[in-house]
């Protein structure tokens, strides 16, 4: 399977090879779903937090004598049935809503959506980025000409989470010129996880034959040089 490789202005610059280790498997939404949902799980923190009859001050005294008032015998006024007692069974920011996660499972997650996002065609490769200076506008431009490539008119035009850049490296340029762009993220291919590439409807992949190199190293998959 091949693909075309694009430069930031938009023009055919070449053709690449895609492995079918990363970009030819089969959609499995099960396993993307149970992935998901235990990756938002695990990034949940608890803030809801109700205090109970053994958390909520006062109450030390009982407020009448258990006989002889015509009234309702109480022990403490910390009891949930009275106003500003503790509360039952209430939210507590305790509780673990962690689910159990294999580096198998995440990985084989992430390789099925990059396939299926390859498929879709919401996946482009571009040979690299050059800008003179870290500037809105320089940025804006190489989306403008990216965007006239058939099938990626929608590259900037998304109002929410429209393209995610995947570099090979840190870079110091890029993330600065692109940050002012609310729709658009910049992110090292080492730490794309299956969450933040479904968030995004396109992934720009730089220097795609480094780029299957690092993604081979992380996923610890094996790809064949043809």
């Known amino acids: 399977m091949e693909s075309k490789i694009y ?21 499995n939404g099960d396993l993307v779903h149970q992935v998901i949902l235990a990756m938002r799980a695990n990034a949940r923190t608890p803030i ?11 109450g030390g005294k009982k407020p ?5 008032t ?14 500003g007692g503790g509360v039952t069974h209430g939210p507590t ?11 198998q499972m995440k990985t084989k997650a992430l390789l099925t959506v990059l396939s299926k996002k390859m ?10 980025f050059s800008l003179k200076n870290p500037k809105t506008k320089e940025a804006k431009s190489i989306l403008e000409s990216l965007s006239t490539i058939k099938g990626y008119e929608n590259l900037i035009t998304k109002k929410k989470n429209a393209t995610l850049i995947a570099t ?3 870079e110091s ?36 034959e480094e780029s299957f190199g690092i993604l081979a190293g992380r996923t610890g998959v094996k790809v064949s040089k043809k």
């Open 7 to 27: 430069n930031q202005k938009g023009e055919e610059a070449g053709k690449v090879t895609l492995p079918d280790a990363i970009f030819g498997l089969p959609w």
């Open 64 to 68: 009448w004598r258990q006989k002889g």
């Open 48 to 58: 809801a937090h109700t205090k109970d009859r053994g958390e909520v001050s006062g």
């Open 119 to 128: 498929k879709d065609g919401e996946i482009l490769f571009v040979e690299g």
């Open 173 to 208: 340029l890029l993330p600065r010129a692109f940050g002012n762009i609310n729709n658009i993220a910049v992110e090292e291919l080492r730490n794309i996880n299956p969450l933040m590439a479904l968030n995004f409807k396109y992934i720009l992949i730089e220097k795609p």
């Open 168 to 170: 090979n490296g840190k």
């Open 93 to 103: 920011n305790l509780k673990d809503y962690s689910q159990k996660l294999n580096k």
């Open 70 to 83: 015509g009234r309702a015998r109480h022990g403490s006024i910390r009891s949930p049935l009275w106003v």
